[in-house]
DNA sequence: CTGTTAGCGCATTCAC
DNA sequence: GTGAATGCGCTAACAG
């Protein structure tokens, strides 16, 4: 147990008054050199450490954060992002920060622009920003960047941008991880098939495409015969006649291989028809896919903890807000592969 | 973003003095019946929600925290819960807890023994116990709640104890997911076998055993049949002709599950030997089988976040002894597939 | 530039 | 039974 050393006492070890560690602590200057240096040295040889809690009781400002990401229904993707976002919430409730969200239509450029331009109206103290659009989300940062409003990435960060943090999974990593656990538990001479969403516009989605590039980077050595399917996340009506011919056509796919959260869209169609000799996988823990991995007609999931992201993007906004904590490279989340056996127990977990 | 209600707010508004508002919270009785329920009413009326650091700077006490759990080397499991443990101890740095650690051999009832008496003499407010022995556990246990020192369990529990929390993992479940993994890795006609320590006098490991009964089970109705193995975890020279003799006489095993984490053992001894086309399978994310996990000797493992565990342990402890919450029934923390793609993404994570 | 001090939300002690 | 006062570690305003 390392002891823990308050300001008084270090400001004891060092001849001066607290005050004077308190600013030098937080860089606030009228410091002589001399002092500044002998209190320095103490903190250093000590291992001061900052008391979250107890600096921000005594904090007058309450910090105003505001998240920016896509909106979206009850038990998709963003809304487990939104609740590691909320739990972080309750479990710094005695720090002063009020949280206000800012979503917009992730298949809507405009909607997206909205959104930011109200933040921009606002000036909080801090954004978290799950970004969709790759230049709007830039321009956005760089505005930010300008007002020296400090933002956190969820999801996926932008390169080039100047994020005080990013909790993010590694998408090719994911994909090729897709590709081995598929393949591998396919009969052998099987195909596999990746299917991809038809998007509105020509805006594709980033992660996807990440995603498709890790899984072809595997499949590419093993030999196996991809086809390529696509299918709609909005005129679902169309989905199964599509889904059927192409299954007809390729008579030897035995794994499908869905590269967003809409699995349970394929895995659907499938069960309805009876057809059960195709796997299916896809991403996120997604209300609709829980369901599928509980009937058996999705194999398996893979999971990038949407709420321990929310829950670090707070964390580490706070951190900044407080004392300037900056983190260093974005944060990997782990890739959870869940599959019927072990879906129970990926629950409520941050 | 609800409001957080201060005991001064909730005094003005019951009409009464915030040093009552506290009695009643504490249950310290010298409250008169009316003031008693006044207060409950806007208590319960606002939600009011304690706030665990700032109430716990105002604490003088020093809550003495002992943990009883085996001793291990560097990069083993249980070292993994001891690394949660202190993450928390930072974490809640600002609450003042004195943690020692009291560590057993966990192949070893004696030293388990005097491990648990140096407690009953020390007489800390709270244990975190890593059970391995069951009845002397269970008796301890039982001396601990006589002298009303709450105890939280960590990676497994024991029935009939009044335990204030419990991180555990669900050993059957995995057994199960290793058995579905595994054979749906293997060619057809295969056979899989599983593994399983010799130890030192007739104590055979719980945890051991209960996974054995998950795997079992989901076999049963698969049809594929299951060799039995054994392997010392101590004469270790022992095991390289025993696994090559095992190996002859079933040459038609390709997938063998260690029930324990040592299923680098087994791995080493097959790539030293050539042999690449058995696949193995093991519990817990430890130094060595990341390595096997890594060359490619070992095909996955199944983890039970022991970070976590501690983690959750300590934040269980801290909430007892400070408000009296005592955890419902025992958590049971996800099973992770680790394989090696997305290996390098399990790394320091609580 | 520097020390002093009030006050954040809470627990506790001490008068009344 | 009850309220007022004090102190926990820290920030910030103020006086010197």
């Not at 007058?60 to 939104?82: H, L, M, N």
């Not at 739990?87 to 298949?107: G, R």
């Not at 909790?167 to 591998?184: H, N, R, Y």
């Amino acid at each position: 147990m390392a002891k823990q050393w308050t300001i008084k006492e270090i400001s004891r070890a060092a001849g001066v008054s607290p005050g004077t560690v308190d600013r030098v602590l937080h860089n606030r200057g009228s410091v002589s050199e001399d002092k500044k240096i002998r209190v320095e040295e103490i903190l250093s040889k000590v291992g001061y450490k900052y008391n979250l809690h107890t600096s921000a009781i005594s904090l007058k400002k309450e910090f105003r954060i505001v998240v920016c990401i896509p909106s979206c229904a009850k038990g998709e993707y963003w809304q487990f992002i939104r609740n590691g976002i909320e739990h972080a919430l309750v479990e710094y409730s005695d720090i002063k920060i009020s949280c206000s969200f800012s979503t917009y239509n992730q298949f809507d450029v405009y909607s997206c622009r909205n959104a930011q331009d109200d933040i921009l109206e606002n000036l909080p103290d801090a954004v978290i920003l799950g970004p969709t659009f790759e230049d709007e989300t830039r321009d956005f940062c760089r505005q930010l960047d300008e007002k020296n409003i400090p933002y956190v990435f969820v999801d996926s960060t932008i390169e080039g941008t100047r994020a005080v943090g990013a909790f993010t999974t590694d998408q090719p990593a994911g994909g090729l991880l897709m590709a081995k656990l598929l393949s591998g538990m396919l009969p052998e001479g099987s195909e596999v098939a990746i299917f991809r969403a038809k998007r509105i516009g020509n805006q594709e989605s980033h992660n996807s495409e990440e995603r498709q590039k890790g899984f072809y980077s595997h499949l590419r050595d093993s030999g196996l015969n991809i086809k390529e399917g696509h299918f709609s996340m909005f005129n679902v009506g169309e989905n199964k006649s599509e889904l059927l011919r192409f299954i007809s056509r390729n008579p030897r796919v035995r794994g499908i291989a869905v590269m967003n959260s809409r699995g349970h869209i394929i895995a659907d169609i499938l069960s309805e028809n009876g057809i059960s000799d195709i796997k299916v996988a896809a991403f996120d823990l997604t209300d609709n896919n829980r369901r599928c991995l509980k009937n058996g007609s999705i194999a398996f999931l893979l999971c990038q903890r949407p709420e321990m992201q929310g829950f670090s993007a707070v964390k580490a906004a706070i951190s900044y807000l407080l004392y300037k904590n900056a983190g260093d490279s974005p944060t990997a989340m782990p890739i959870d592969i869940v599959m019927k056996e072990n879906l129970d127990f990926y629950k409520d977990f941050i």
